[in-house]
């Protein structure tokens, strides 16, 4: 081989795959052998971290995977997809409209959640107990972002979002069977109760701070938490965007034609 093509083929470096004619492999899996024999989670696995989980770790996967996949029309990444699927668009635009929307405050508490109990767990990494690492980190973390903490509380499900207790159970059993330790899941239920002590009312743990448990405790980064919920909304905007295809409609706006927004005169 040439030196120039050598340097062509050195522009897009990848260890995913491995592809020629006739020939696909992922991470060194001829894909006919994926095929049939491992789940869509693992697959995610092993495309975002080289390897193949065990079913067990792909298990708790999913469930993250598909706690995160709608939350209805109110949501800004569903309403927005429904809106664009009226606008003579394709199914594919529809989505990416969806799916664009999901940012730093609208998808991104995951990902800020699990750099919180990161944070907690270099501060246990230095002696105090969970109660005192929890407590400084969270006050830390009030001191750079605000008086929001992401992954706890809900506008919507007060006092409990029925799903972060359904995934801390999956979670601690998990963690009985060997899959996980566990340790992410004592540090979100003290961040929970340490918020609720400050505030004098429980407070919920919401999706975010559920699945940023799970993908903690699978070794995910933070930025690959938000990915996943990215991929898991996904699902959601796909099945709205279709939906509102079928419903048909011409433009629809934020709201119905007969309500008009506040004009605020700043004369």
Same mark, same amino acid.
């Given at each position: 081989?040439?030196?120039?093509?050598?340097?062509?083929?050195?522009?897009?470096?990848?260890?995913?795959?491995?592809?020629?004619?006739?020939?696909?492999?992922? =991470?060194?899996?001829?894909?006919?052998?994926?095929? &049939?024999?491992?789940?869509?989670? $693992?697959?995610?696995? *092993?495309?975002?971290? &080289?390897?193949?989980?065990? #079913?067990? %770790?792909?298990?708790?996967?999913?469930?993250?995977?598909?706690?995160?996949?709608?939350? &209805?029309? %109110?949501?800004?990444?569903?309403?927005?997809?429904?809106?664009?699927?009226?606008?003579?668009?394709?199914?594919?635009?529809?989505?990416?409209?969806?799916?664009?929307?999901?940012?730093?405050?609208?998808?991104?508490?995951?990902? %800020?959640?699990?750099?919180?109990? *990161?944070?907690?767990?270099?501060?246990?990494?230095?002696?105090?107990?969970?109660?005192?690492?929890?407590?400084?980190?969270?006050?830390?973390? =009030?001191?750079?972002?605000? @008086?929001?903490?992401?992954?706890?509380?809900?506008?919507?499900? @007060?006092?409990?979002?029925?799903?972060?207790?359904?995934?801390?159970?999956?979670?601690?059993?998990?963690? @009985?069977?060997?899959?996980?330790?566990?340790?992410?899941?004592?540090?979100?239920?003290?961040? $929970?109760?340490?918020?609720?002590?400050?505030?004098?009312? #429980?407070?919920?743990?919401?999706?975010?701070?559920?699945?940023?448990?799970?993908?903690?405790? *699978?070794?995910?980064?933070? #930025?690959?938490?938000?990915?996943?919920?990215?991929?898991?909304?996904?699902? &959601?905007?796909?099945?709205?965007?279709?939906?509102?295809?079928?419903?048909?409609?011409?433009?629809?706006?934020?709201?119905?034609?007969?309500?008009? #927004?506040?004009?605020?005169?700043?004369?």
């Amino acid at each position: 081989m040439s030196a120039d093509a050598d340097a062509v083929r050195q522009w897009w470096r990848t260890s995913i795959i491995d592809m020629e004619p006739g020939r696909i492999a992922f =991470r060194g899996h001829p894909i006919q052998d994926l095929i &049939g024999n491992v789940s869509f989670g $693992q697959m995610i696995w *092993l495309m975002t971290r &080289g390897d193949l989980p065990t #079913p067990d %770790q792909a298990a708790l996967l999913e469930c993250a995977l598909v706690a995160g996949v709608d939350h &209805g029309p %109110q949501a800004p990444s569903i309403a927005a997809a429904r809106m664009a699927a009226t606008c003579g668009v394709g199914l594919n635009n529809v989505m990416a409209t969806g799916v664009n929307m999901l940012g730093d405050v609208h998808g991104g508490a995951g990902e %800020q959640c699990a750099e919180l109990y *990161l944070e907690i767990v270099q501060r246990l990494e230095s002696g105090p107990d969970l109660e005192t690492a929890t407590r400084d980190g969270i006050a830390a973390w =009030r001191e750079r972002h605000g @008086k929001i903490v992401s992954g706890f509380g809900h506008r919507f499900h @007060k006092p409990v979002d029925p799903r972060g207790p359904r995934l801390m159970a999956l979670v601690r059993d998990a963690a @009985k069977n060997g899959v996980v330790s566990g340790r992410f899941a004592d540090i979100g239920e003290a961040v $929970q109760a340490e918020i609720g002590r400050r505030r004098g009312t #429980p407070i919920a743990m919401n999706i975010d701070g559920a699945t940023a448990v799970i993908f903690c405790e *699978l070794g995910f980064s933070p #930025p690959l938490s938000r990915g996943l919920f990215c991929l898991s909304r996904s699902v &959601g905007v796909l099945a709205h965007g279709w939906e509102q295809m079928q419903q048909g409609g011409r433009n629809k706006g934020p709201m119905p034609p007969k309500y008009l #927004p506040k004009y605020e005169d700043k004369a």
